[in-house]
C-alpha cells in the first residue's frame, strides 16, 4: 500500500518507517518534492494536523497522514503546546526550544507534562479521520541524552529514568505520544483491510 506521511521531519519519518509492515511505500514530502513550508495556523493540534494533511491531498490525491506535536506543561498552563515548534520564536532550534523551557522552569517544582499528537489521516476517497495518543512525564533540569530531536532531551516519561534522548529508537517507539497515535490509525487500517477504501 501507498501512503504519505505528510512530513519532512527524517525523526518523525525513521520512527513511523520502524512501525510499518515491509509491504508499505511511505513517501514524505521530501519524496513528492513539497519543500514549501505548510502553514500550520491551527489553534489546536488536530487542527494543524487537518491542515498539513489536506493540503498535502489536495496536491497528490493519494492516502495520507499528518501529525501535529505538543509539549504540554502543567505549571506553564499548557505551553508550549501548538506552538511547541516556535517556543523561542519562528526560526527556533530544538537547543534553543529546550533552553527557553529550562528558564522557564527554574524554581518550579512540579515538573508535569505530557506530549501530545494528533494524526489526520484522509483516505483515497477524501475521508478524514482523527486519532490521538498521549504520554505523560516530566520535565528534568538539564539536557540529558542526545538521541531523537525537539525536547527528547528534557522529557523523562513516567515510570522511566532515562528521558526519550537516552533511549534507543525502539524505547521510545514504544510508548511514545507519535507511536500511540499511529498505532490507532494502522489497528483502523487492520479493521478495515480487504476494503479498497485504504
Ligand atoms: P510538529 O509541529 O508536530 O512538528 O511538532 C512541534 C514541535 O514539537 C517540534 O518542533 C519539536 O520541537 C516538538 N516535538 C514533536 N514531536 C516530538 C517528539 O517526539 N519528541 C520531542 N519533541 C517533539
Request: charged share 20%.
Amino acid at each position: 500500500m501507498k501512503i504519505v506521511f505528510a512530513t519532512s521531519n527524517n525523526h518523525k519519518a525513521s520512527e513511523i518507517r520502524k512501525m510499518i509492515p515491509q509491504n508499505w511505500e511511505l513517501l514524505t514530502l521530501v519524496d513528492l518534492g513539497i519543500t514549501e513550508d505548510i502553514p500550520e495556523t491551527g489553534a489546536t493540534l488536530q487542527e494543524n494536523a487537518e491542515i498539513k494533511a489536506n493540503y498535502v491531498f489536495q496536491k497528490c490525491h493519494i492516502p495520507v497522514f499528518a501529525d501535529d506535536t505538543g509539549l504540554i506543561v502543567d505549571a506553564l498552563d499548557g505551553r508550549p503546546g501548538v506552538f511547541s515548534a516556535r517556543y523561542a520564536g519562528e526560526y527556533a532550534t530544538y537547543l534553543e526550544n529546550c533552553q527557553l523551557l529550562l528558564h522557564e522552569m527554574q524554581g518550579i517544582a512540579n515538573r508535569a507534562a505530557r506530549f501530545e499528537t494528533s494524526i489526520c489521516y484522509i483516505d483515497a476517497q477524501g475521508y478524514k479521520r482523527f486519532f490521538l495518543g498521549e504520554v505523560k512525564g516530566n520535565i528534568l533540569n538539564e539536557i540529558t541524552g542526545t538521541n531523537g530531536f525537539g525536547y527528547d532531551p528534557l522529557f523523562q516519561p513516567e515510570g522511566f529514568l532515562a528521558t526519550f534522548a537516552e533511549m534507543p529508537a525502539e524505547q521510545k517507539n514504544a510508548i511514545s505520544h507519535r507511536a500511540k497515535a499511529f498505532l490507532q490509525l494502522y489497528s483502523h487500517f487492520n479493521n478495515i483491510s480487504g476494503n479498497a477504501n485504504i
